[in-house]
């Protein structure tokens, strides 16, 4: 009788897997691009990082604007925050926000979206089933 070497076999089974299934082990957070101008901080890699956390711009720049304590305008892909701020500033509120509403609460994976149940506003996870409650931005 053969005898599996099962730690080869579970190799063989991840290598397996369609590279959608296995991405979710290295998503990264998307990094600021940013530089200060004045008394102002152009993001200029703003709307990408709205496209790797697969959040409304609108609701990104809203959360943006509340943590920085300033007024931030769109223009282009781009956003100007009136403060200056270092890029490890802006890099922390977007690990803040993907925290709060993208990584799942259960899992830890990135493959949520904003729903609602029973009225109220969730964040569900599609890899897991698993949700929790929409926090308001304040
Ligand atoms: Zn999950």
Redesign the pocket.
């Known amino acids: 009788m053969m005898e599996y070497d099962y730690g080869k076999l579970l190799d063989r089974a991840w290598a397996n897997l369609p590279e959608k299934l296995r991405d979710h082990s290295r998503f990264e957070l998307p990094k600021a691009d940013s530089f200060v101008e004045g008394n102002q901080t152009i993001l200029k890699n703003f709307n990408e990082i709205a496209d790797t956390l697969g959040r409304d711009p609108r609701h990104i720049q809203t959360y943006l604007s509340k943590e920085l304590a300033a007024l931030i305008v769109v223009e282009g892909k781009r956003i100007i925050i009136n403060r200056a701020l270092k890029r490890e500033m802006i890099n922390k509120r977007i690990e803040d926000y993907a925290r709060e509403y993208v990584i799942?609460?259960?899992?830890?994976?990135p493959?949520?979206k904003f729903t609602e149940l029973e009225g109220e506003r969730i964040i569900k996870?599609?890899?897991?089933?698993?949700w929790w409650p929409q926090r308001k931005i304040k």
């Not at 996870?125 to 698993?130: H, I, R, V």
């Open positions: 799942c609460h259960e899992c830890g994976r493959d949520t996870c599609e890899a897991c089933g698993g």
